[in-house]
Every structure is written in C-alpha cells, then in structure tokens.
C-alpha cells in the first residue's frame, strides 16, 4: 500500500458578527489568542463533519485581518 500524502490548504472567510480590534493583530494579544482558540475548535468539528472528515488532520490559524 502507498503512504497517505498529507495536504495542507489555506481557508480564507469572513466572520461578519467579529467587530476588528487592533489585538487581533498580534499573536501575542489575548484576544488572539481566544479567538484562534474558537475557530479552531469550530473548523475542526464542521470540517471533521465533512467528506475530507476521514483524512483531516487538523487547522492552525495563522491569521486575522480587517475585512
């Protein structure tokens, strides 16, 4: 059998409910930090949910930006 070949993708969307704040710049910020924290628990149940479900391996969230 071949190994399985780990894809990575990048995601880009829009939370219209999220008002921007200058912390979310900074990787360091708490805020940041909770967000991130949020979106990855979220991206990683609705795309574990999907059809890429079985071979997802997890998100990182690099970045936030005004938008």
Known sequence: TAAATLECFTVNFT???LPYTSDLE???SA???ATKS???TLLH???KESSIGP???GCVTTAF???
């Open 65 to 67: 930006r005004y938008g």
């Open 38 to 40: 949020v979106m990855n």
């Open 31 to 33: 805020k940041f930090n």
């Open 55 to 57: 071979a997802f391996q």
């Open 15 to 17: 939370i219209t409910d």
């Open 45 to 47: 149940q609705l795309l």
């Open 26 to 28: 900074n990787p360091d």
